[in-house]
Nanobody
Framework: QVQLVESGGGLVQAGGSLRVSCVAS????????MGWFRQAPGKEREFVGV????????YYADSVKGRFTISRDNVKNTVSLQMNSLKPEDTAVYYC?????????????????WGQGTQVTVSS
């Protein structure tokens, strides 16, 4: 079992930056691939990015590539999403998710464990 808790959401102006983090419980963190997803009001949840077990490989959705960066600390059981150059369309609830699949899975169905989400609001 993996329990995930996000933090760090908030309100930021367009063009600004925000960092959201996710802490995982248990001693399996180094064996899970971690992903970030988001869900905007009235829309389906969508893939944002993923980081591999070791942290060497990352993969991002085109909409955030070059602006968002995922990192992980396998000692602190933490994965972070650094968001720069934020746009109003980045407004959403952001979720971290974990899977024992290797590689860089990008589909919701590939993830088994989810956090409760944290709200990010970008004002224009």
């Amino acid at each position: 079992q993996v329990q995930l808790v996000e933090s760090g959401g908030g309100l930021v102006q367009a063009g600004g930056s925000l960092r959201v983090s996710c802490v995982a419980s248990g001693r399996t963190f180094s064996r899970v691939t971690m992903g970030w997803f988001r869900q905007a009001p009235g829309k389906e949840r969508e893939f944002v990015g993923v980081i591999s077990l070791s942290g060497i490989s990352t993969y991002y959705a085109d909409s955030v590539k070059g602006r968002f960066t995922i990192s992980r600390d396998n000692v602190k059981n933490t994965v972070s999403l650094q968001m720069n150059s934020l746009k109003p369309e980045d407004t959403a609830v952001y979720y971290c998710a974990a899977t024992f699949r290797v590689g860089v899975p990008s589909f919701e169905s590939e993830y088994d464990y989810w956090g409760q989400g944290t709200q990010v609001t970008v004002s224009s």
